[in-house]
C-alpha cells in the first residue's frame, strides 16, 4: 500500500530556482513583453526548468503544497513566486527569517495536516534535520534540487512500498525513488516528471 502526503512542502532558494532570493538577483522583479521575468537590474531569472511539470503533476495527484523559506527578501520572494506563476499551486507560503521549525508549525497550524504527513524538499540539511524532529520527511538528494526535481519520491497512482525506520533520507533501487516520513512509512515512485 503507498501513501500520499498530506502536504509537500518546498524551500525557495536552490530548490525552486537557481539562486539566494537576498544575495544573487535584484528586487523588484518584472516580466518583460516577451514573458521573460527579469530582475531591477534587467538580468533574467528562472525556476529549474523541471518546477512546472513537478507541480502539476502533484497537482494532479491531489496532494496539496507549500512554500517554506528563511529568507529576508520576503517581498521578492513573493513577487517571484506570483511572477513565476508558482503561487497558484501553493496552499500556504510562510516566508520569513526564522527557523524551519516555526514555518512548519504555522503550517501545521494552518493546514490541520499532522507532521508525519508532510514531506520536506531542501537544498540544506540543516533545515531537513530541523523539522526531522518534528516527525516531519525531507530529502537534499545528491545531484541536487535539479535531481530532487526531476525524480520527486512521491508515489505514483499505481501504488508504492513501505518500509520501516525514522529520519529522513533517500534512497534508489529498481527505478524508484523513495523518501522516507519520519514516522517511518516509505513513498515511492517512478518520476513525477513522467506520465503515471
Known amino acids: 500500500m503507498c501513501h500520499l502526503p498530506g502536504l509537500v512542502v518546498f524551500d525557495l532558494d536552490y530548490t525552486l530556482w537557481p539562486f539566494w532570493v537576498d544575495t544573487h538577483v535584484d528586487p523588484p522583479f518584472q516580466r518583460d513583453r516577451a ?3 527579469l530582475d531591477a537590474r534587467g538580468r533574467p531569472v528562472r525556476l529549474y526548468p523541471e ?14 503544497m507549500a512554500a517554506a523559506s528563511r529568507t529576508g527578501e520576503t517581498r521578492g520572494a513573493t513577487q517571484l513566486l506570483e511572477l513565476f506563476g ?9 516566508i520569513y527569517p526564522r527557523g524551519k521549525s516555526a514555518h512548519f508549525h504555522r503550517l501545521q497550524q494552518d493546514t490541520g495536516v499532522p507532521f508525519a504527513q508532510m514531506l520536506f524538499f531542501d537544498d540544506e540539511e540543516r533545515n531537513i534535520r530541523d523539522v526531522s524532529k ?5 530529502s537534499d538528494p545528491p545531484g541536487g ?5 526531476g525524480r520527486t519520491p512521491l508515489p505514483a497512482p499505481h501504488g508504492g512500498m513501505l518500509g520501516e525506520g525514522s529520519g529522513t533520507e533517500m534512497l ?6 523513495m523518501a522516507r516520513r519520519g ?11 513522467s506520465p503515471p
Open 35 to 37: 514573458g521573460s521575468v
Open 51 to 64: 518546477v512546472p511539470a513537478v507541480l502539476e503533476r502533484l497537482q494532479g495527484l491531489g496532494v496539496p
Open 86 to 94: 508558482v503561487r497558484r499551486f501553493l496552499r500556504c507560503v510562510e
Open 134 to 138: 518534528l516527525g516531519t520527511g525531507g
Open 145 to 149: 534540487p535539479p535531481a530532487l526535481l
Open 172 to 177: 534508489q533501487g529498481g527505478g524508484e525513488q
Open 183 to 193: 514516522g517511518g512509512e516509505w513513498w515511492g515512485s517512478p518520476s513525477l516528471s
